[in-house]
């Protein structure tokens, strides 16, 4: 079997086509961008004084997002059929008519997690409210996720559900969102993000790529078996990634009671909407009653871009604070961080509905797989000799940024497989994302503005004074590929001769660090990474990476240029490639 080659759709095209009012489904492999997309796309609104429905399938992901459920949005519920009765209760709620009636703009983010029929419910309450029988009342509807992680749970209730439903029920049909009736009528533009932002190491990348395309090779199972370890070789402070909850907190605790430290504790405190806070403390990962140790290991659960983690960076308790009394945490890289509380908030209309506040970490050294989803993990310990679901173990594996942060205690067969069906429908995707990228790349920039105002002002927004010219990511022309990689390095080069380090080239271009370093391997590549501007880059090197890069110096020579791979074994994984890469940028 072949791996074909599809045109790579970025970050910024996608949001072009977002902003034209477009319904659209943005789709992706893990660490895409999808969640950053939507993130700009909600700014980009905002900041014409367009406030857009946030919405997530499950709890959990509705807090990584600022979002309440869709459920709890669209006033279904729990319910999982709507008969003429419910649909006339949900829509006579003064709250719910208000709040899908101000709706122009509806993302409704892990669509994967979404069934057939939700989807069908959702469409009904919106064309009942807005009385109009456009897909969703004329609503611009967001589809985000991936088809490939975890499925919707759907209950075994077939023969009580269809009874009086206004949905008309399919036998052995698939019961994926773009099944749907009302998918079918918004006719979603498919936007398939290909760009790479969470794992940094090309051979990982083959494996996840290979397990996503159904072509596993004999090179991807030796490095996947390369991972596999004894119960006894397990390493100290290691997150374990278990399917259930109760395993997950027994370790948890059992963990915790083993050091002998005194327990400090922290306080969820929230307020606004009763029911609203109480989803929030459901979908959060971090507990109400967080209990820490000195010795204690923790991971963050939300992004803080100022202490520089993300959801899902490891760390250790060494110390709390004298006088705040905040844990310090010091992560995997030896960085030393100060965790302060933080918010968690549902916004709607513009106002803060509902809102907790807690230190942002969890314990860690077991978690479940279904509340890894979203997060970028630097290491994890996993047994995947157990799997049973297609798709379970490409979620749990894609967790991990690199191939060295994987401990596999087992793995089947089955771990390695992905839905036929899934499978099937990426390739059309793909083929359509293509399609669209063909299409909306053949308009003049004059033309897309003009779409995207028209759109702003159809939702009763304005155009404010210089928001055509300053996209909020940097709009690349649908022209080849030489030219867009010109028109990337270029932009880097300018910021770098600016006097800006890598970190803050990749924070002002919403880009990766590794994405600006390929840039920057570019110019090299061309000769056009000169003497001044090597210069400018080394003062910005923290000392102890510039002696590590000294370190690769040494063996450049002995084991050859860009072999970055032997170098990282050389070194036993001890320096990152990140490092590695600098080290080749730098020598002459």
């Not at 022309?477 to 390095?489: F, I, L, Q, Y």
């Amino acid at each position: 079997m072949f791996m074909v080659e599809y045109l790579i759709m970025t970050q910024d095209q996608a949001l072009n086509i977002l902003k034209t009012g477009a319904n659209i489904f943005l789709t992706g492999e893990p660490g895409a961008g999808k969640t950053y997309t939507i993130n700009c796309f909600v700014n980009y609104l905002r900041s014409c004084g367009v406030e857009p429905a946030i919405t997530a399938s499950t709890g959990i992901a509705a807090t990584h997002i600022g979002g309440m459920t869709i459920h709890s949005w669209s006033g279904i519920g729990i319910k999982t059929k709507l008969d003429k009765y419910d649909l006339d209760k949900i829509t006579s709620s003064e709250y719910i008519s208000k709040r899908v009636n101000r709706t122009q703009v509806l993302i409704i983010d892990e669509i994967s997690m979404l069934s057939t029929n939700t989807l069908d419910m959702i469409d009904m309450v919106c064309r009942e409210i807005k009385q109009k029988d456009e897909p969703f009342g004329g609503i611009q509807i967001i589809l985000v996720g991936d088809f490939f992680q975890l499925p919707p749970v759907v209950k075994k209730d077939y023969e009580q559900n269809k009874q009086n439903s206004l949905i008309p029920h399919i036998r052995n049909k698939a019961t994926f969102a773009y099944d749907a009736g009302a998918w079918a009528r918004a006719r979603p533009v498919i936007c398939y993000l290909t760009e790479q932002h969470r794992q940094d190491d090309e051979h990982f990348l083959s494996v996840l790529s290979g397990i996503r395309a159904n072509n596993i090779s004999k090179e991807h199972l030796m490095y996947i078996n390369s991972r596999q370890i004894d119960t006894n070789a397990i390493p100290e402070n290691i997150t374990k990634l278990y399917s259930h909850n109760v395993d997950v907190d027994r370790v948890n605790n059992n963990e915790l009671l083993k050091l002998k430290e005194k327990v400090k504790s922290f306080k969820m405190t929230g307020s606004g909407n009763d029911k609203i806070m109480e989803t929030l403390k459901k979908g959060c990962l971090s507990p109400e009653n967080l209990e820490l140790k000195i010795g204690a290991v923790v991971m963050c659960t939300k992004n803080n871009q100022k202490e520089r983690f993300v959801n899902g960076t490891l760390g250790i308790v060494i110390s709390f604070e004298e006088f705040s009394g905040h844990p310090v945490i010091k992560t995997r890289n030896g960085r030393s961080i100060t965790v302060a509380p933080m918010d968690w908030i549902v916004e709607e209309n513009g106002k803060i509905r509902a809102q907790i506040t807690q230190i942002p970490l969890r314990l860690a050294w077991a978690i479940t797989v279904h509340k890894s989803q979203g997060m970028s993990m630097d290491a994890a310990v996993m047994n995947l000799s157990q799997v049973f679901e297609f798709g379970q173990g490409y979620v749990a594996l894609s967790r991990v940024r690199r191939l060295s942060g994987l401990y596999l205690l087992g793995i089947n067969k089955h771990a390695l497989k992905v839905h036929p069906e899934i499978l099937e429908r990426d390739i059309d995707f793909k083929n359509k994302s293509e399609e669209a990228m063909r299409v909306f790349g053949e308009l003049s920039e004059i033309e897309l503005q003009k779409m995207h105002n028209n759109f702003v002002f159809a939702c009763g927004g304005k155009i404010k004074r210089g928001s055509g010219k300053k996209p909020h990511l940097e709009a690349r022309p649908p022209s080849g590929a030489n030219d867009r990689k010109e028109r990337r390095w270029k932009r880097t080069l300018a910021l770098i001769r600016e006097g800006k380090s890598i970190g803050e080239v990749a924070h002002l271009r919403g880009r990766k660090e590794e994405t600006i370093i390929e840039h920057l391997e570019e110019l090299k590549k061309i000769g056009k990474l000169t003497a001044d501007i090597k210069n400018i880059l080394k003062l910005k090197v923290p000392k102890d990476q510039m002696e590590q890069i000294k370190k690769v110096h040494s063996v450049l020579s002995s084991i050859g240029a860009e072999k970055f791979k032997s170098i990282y074994d050389n070194f036993d994984g001890k320096i990152s490639y990140i490092t590695i890469h600098l080290a080749w940028l730098f020598i002459d």
